[in-house]
């Protein structure tokens, strides 16, 4: 290889690497986002888990369309994917999860179904015959409690219709930036037990917003009185709450992604790092073999001089 050639390479080596550090801190601040979307919406959780937790044994809440359990024949997946590639293995650890979920529910592509979160969730399981009912792009980088809403109706519909027994989501949860982990939550029929785990799972188990997740247990159940009647302001709490799950469920997974990402790219520029530093050591020793050899041709000569004019 020429040096002209390990010059250039070096050149374009070091250039992708100032792409890869940029990518880096953009998926840092992503991530962050995230992360602090979800502490916000707690507080707000957190006031409707209370009164779901001392009405969650009514005769109302059991007989509500949203709570009400029945046979499973049909399940209808929610499953939440990344839009974009370049975020290491995060694509096939939520793939490999979600075949291993489909299996261990003993699911087929007769008696399950899927909603799609992001492009490559949607092109993989379209592409191998599954029944892809709705797809939703571009939810990675700018997500709100409003931009879930049309999903969740059109979840709710689908549920109150009949046309799935059980609504399940799958997602990758966000533990920590080194750690992502596939799982899976039911939707509907709304639990109790359900709610409050993704409550609980808004905060971290370490770190400043610890304490946050010691207040559900904190305050005691009340008793309350109804004004207007206990089936109007279930029909307005319970979706709010299977919003939240969605919402949450979301974030989680847009934390890991871009936790996934940032990984990588330190990975990759690192590596290039690495790269450049090996060629620039090759490029600098070539360099000084051929001066070291012109310097020899030179002083070579010199003496062939000397030795022709001695004579």
Do not use: C
Not at 107 to 126: P, Q, S, V
Not at 275 to 282: D, E, M, Q, T
């Amino acid at each position: 290889m020429s040096l002209k050639s390990v010059k250039n390479k070096i050149k374009s080596i070091d250039k992708t690497r100032q792409v890869t550090k940029a990518m880096e801190a953009v998926s840092a601040v992503k991530m962050r986002k995230s992360q602090q979307n979800a502490i916000g919406i707690r507080p707000y959780a957190l006031s409707a888990l209370k009164i779901l937790r001392s009405i969650s044994g009514s005769i109302e809440a059991a007989n509500h369309p949203l709570t009400k359990a029945r046979k499973v024949e049909k399940t209808l997946i929610v499953l939440v994917s990344a839009d974009k590639g370049l975020a290491g293995s995060y694509g096939a650890a939520l793939l490999k999860g979600v075949y291993r979920f489909i299996e261990e529910k003993g699911m087929t592509k007769d008696n399950a179904a899927l909603i799609a979160i992001g492009k490559r969730g949607y092109e993989h399981f379209l592409k191998r015959g599954w029944t892809v009912v709705n797809h939703f792009e571009r939810w990675s980088d700018q997500v709100s409690f409003d931009t879930v809403r049309p999903l969740a109706d059109e979840i709710k519909a689908l549920y109150m219709k009949g046309e799935y027994d059980e609504i399940l989501i799958v997602y990758t949860n966000f533990i920590s930036t080194l750690k992502q982990v596939v799982y899976s939550r039911k939707l509907l029929p709304v639990t109790f037990q359900s709610v409050e785990e993704v409550v609980r799972g808004i905060t971290p188990e370490r770190g400043r917003f610890a304490e946050l997740g010691r207040d559900i247990d904190a305050v005691p159940v009340k008793e309350y009185t109804f004004e207007p009647e206990a089936d109007e302001i279930l029909s307005e709490l319970i979706p709010i709450l299977f919003n939240i799950q969605i919402y949450h469920s979301v974030l989680e997974a847009n934390a890991s992604e871009h936790s996934a990402r940032m990984i990588a790219m330190k990975n990759a520029s690192d590596n290039a790092k690495d790269i450049s530093r090996g060629l620039k050591l090759y490029f600098n020793k070539v360099r000084q073999a051929a001066i070291t050899r012109e310097v020899s041709e030179i002083v070579g000569g010199m003496e062939s001089m000397k030795t022709v004019i001695s004579h």
